[in-house]
């Protein structure tokens, strides 16, 4: 497998390992924390609640602005603990990635029986 899809691969097996484990039903940060432990676990560099830096033209915003995982420093993990994803949960991802320079993105709920039903992979061109 080539590295491009090995990195995503291996975070959402992961993932499925986050979810085996606890199941549909829970909060958002319970996922987050478990899943950074569960990528550390197998050497992986994994970022919790990154915090950005805006700025709009010459204003600095001051606005706590923060992601909720950048794996490996390539890949912008998004998670979502909601009924159904919505197109403006990617339109959220796509945004981070253009300003992360990050191309690829993985946009996660937890709150599904399948959890493939609930993975969403973005890149930019």
Same mark, same amino acid.
């Given at each position: 497998?080539?590295? =491009?899809? %090995?990195?995503? =691969? !291996?975070?959402? +097996? %992961?993932?499925?390992?986050? /979810? #085996?484990?606890?199941?549909?039903?829970?909060?958002?940060?319970?996922?987050? &924390?478990?899943?950074? /432990?569960? *990528?550390? $676990?197998?050497?992986? =560099?994994?970022?919790?609640?990154?915090?950005?830096? *805006?700025?709009? !033209?010459?204003?600095?915003?001051?606005? =706590?602005? @923060?992601?909720?995982?950048? @794996?490996? +420093?390539? @890949?912008? @993990?998004? *998670?979502?603990?909601?009924?159904?994803?919505?197109?403006? /949960?990617?339109?959220?991802?796509?945004?981070?990635?253009?300003?992360?320079?990050? &191309?690829? +993105?993985?946009?996660? #709920?937890?709150?599904? *029986? &399948?959890?493939?039903? +609930?993975?969403?992979? $973005?890149?930019?061109?």
């Amino acid at each position: 497998m080539d590295a =491009e899809r %090995a990195l995503p =691969e !291996k975070i959402i +097996g %992961a993932a499925m390992e986050v /979810h #085996n484990y606890w199941g549909p039903g829970l909060i958002e940060s319970i996922y987050e &924390k478990s899943l950074a /432990h569960e *990528l550390s $676990l197998q050497d992986v =560099e994994v970022r919790r609640q990154v915090r950005l830096d *805006l700025k709009y !033209k010459d204003l600095v915003l001051d606005d =706590e602005f @923060v992601l909720d995982l950048i @794996v490996d +420093g390539k @890949v912008i @993990v998004e *998670l979502k603990a909601v009924k159904e994803l919505a197109p403006i /949960h990617e339109a959220q991802l796509m945004t981070y990635m253009k300003l992360t320079s990050c &191309k690829l +993105g993985l946009l996660i #709920n937890f709150n599904v *029986l &399948k959890l493939k039903d +609930g993975i969403r992979r $973005l890149s930019l061109s």
